[in-house]
């Protein structure tokens, strides 16, 4: 049974992943570099050889127009790394019911994220949030409940060691500045 169990543990984090890996994709410029030096620090943290904060940078934020492989990357990231991969959308989190459901799923996706550490968190479609500053009318407060939400699950209140953020959008001239400062996803 002590064999079985350690076995377990040693195959916690080896998950395959359908797709091509990081370094099969062509292109990606800048995003492949971060991406290819991020795997490399992945692989030495699961190994011991560095601590998580000896990682240069645990956030990026994809922005391209439709269609040019933003998902693929963060799947292809993960594979490379040999880490799991959380999937979620903005139009996910706003699927639950009211508001408390729609932080609960935030804080769920995070939960999941360090639950098996070293992972991937993917956000697509992370302007579906907006910019605080531009909201208006009676939903201000619910936005601007969930905008504070996101930000607390990405700063360093909260415990996210081993986990990397991959935000994506199409429009990053509508996410929220607080969420682009130094510490969260202040690399695009």
Not at 71 to 84: C, I, M, Q, R
Not at 86 to 103: E, F, I, M, P
Not at 124 to 148: F, H, M, P
């Amino acid at each position: 049974c002590i064999d079985r169990l350690g076995r377990f543990v040693l195959a916690k984090n080896e998950h395959l992943h359908a797709g091509p890996s990081l370094e099969e994709l062509p292109g990606f410029g800048e995003a492949k570099i971060w991406g290819m030096a991020l795997v490399t620090d992945l692989i030495d943290y699961r190994a011991g050889r560095i601590g998580w904060d000896e990682i240069d940078n645990t956030a990026l934020l994809l922005s391209g127009p439709p269609g040019t492989g933003k998902t693929t990357f963060a799947s292809a990231l993960a594979k490379a790394a040999g880490v799991h991969i959380v999937k979620t959308s903005v139009a996910d989190w706003n699927a639950a019911a009211y508001l408390s459901g729609t932080l609960q799923a935030i804080k769920d996706c995070f939960g999941q994220a360090r639950q098996n550490a070293p992972a991937i968190l993917f956000i697509d479609e992370v302007d579906g949030i907006s910019d605080r500053a531009t909201l208006g009318g009676e939903y201000r407060e619910y936005w601007t409940q969930i905008v504070n939400c996101l930000l607390e699950n990405m700063s360093g209140t909260a415990d996210n060691e081993g986990v990397v953020v991959v935000a994506a959008t199409n429009f990053p001239e509508r996410v929220d500045p607080a969420l682009r400062r130094a510490g969260r996803l202040d690399r695009e």
